[in-house]
Each structure stands twice: as structure tokens, then as C-alpha cells.
């Protein structure tokens, strides 16, 4: 499975965006994704999954009732809105992927596939 990563991207505080991950290679839709992130300085963490079988979605908290995981298995795309963004959003952003769910979804060393970054900005 190969992951393409866009939509990133300079937006305002309290502005929107939305990134989406497509897959290619195979068909994903039973694929648990996840988005993390890595800010300047920081190490890279988690944000938000989906599962594949289930649509079960989680977030870390910092962003919870302000982005939104979901996924169109149509277009084998997986998309992270974001909206009141804060410049504390500001990271790149990857998507992963691993084809069985595991509960530590938080964790990257348990996705298996990962796409290259894409930036957000956020100016304040």
C-alpha cells in the first residue's frame, strides 16, 4: 500500500483544513489509518484513527471536537478535517496505515505503512 499525504497547507487561527490520504496498491478500506503529526522540536505524535472494520474513531485530546477522522473507501481516501485550528496545529502531518487493528492505535511503531508529510501552517 502506498500513501499519499495532501492538503496541507498556511491557514489562520481559528481557520480550516482538510487533509486527505489516498491509498494506492490495494484496497483499503478494512485498514485501520491513523494521522500523526511531528512539530518543530517535538517528537512526532499521535491524532486521530479510523478502523477499518468498524469506523471506530479516536483523538488526542488537544484536538477532539475540533478535527474530524473519516473515510471514503470509494475513493480509498482517508480525510482529517480540521477546523478552529490554533498555531499550536502547526506540524507536519502523515498518515499510516496497518491492515490489522491494534489497540495501542497510538503508538506508530505499529502501522506498517506511511506516507510522506504534508505541512500546515498555522498563523496566528
Known amino acids: 500500500v502506498q500513501l499519499q499525504a495532501s492538503g496541507g497547507g498556511l491557514a489562520q487561527a481559528g481557520g480550516s483544513l482538510r487533509l486527505s490520504c489516498a491509498a494506492s496498491g490495494r484496497t483499503f478500506s478494512g485498514y485501520t489509518v491513523g494521522w500523526f503529526r511531528r512539530a518543530p522540536g517535538k517528537e512526532r505524535e499521535f491524532v486521530a484513527v479510523i478502523r477499518g472494520s468498524t469506523g471506530m474513531t479516536r483523538y488526542t485530546d488537544s484536538v477532539k471536537g475540533r478535527f474530524t477522522i473519516s473515510r471514503d473507501n470509494a475513493k480509498n481516501t482517508v480525510y482529517l478535517q480540521m477546523n478552529s485550528l490554533k498555531p499550536e496545529d502547526t506540524a507536519t502531518y502523515f498518515c499510516?496505515?496497518?491492515?490489522?487493528?491494534?489497540?495501542?492505535?497510538?503508538?506508530?511503531?505499529?502501522?506498517?505503512?506511511w506516507g510522506k508529510g504534508t505541512l500546515v501552517t498555522v498563523s496566528s
Open positions: 499510516a496505515a496497518r491492515q490489522i487493528y491494534n489497540v495501542q492505535y497510538w503508538d506508530e511503531k505499529h502501522y506498517d505503512y
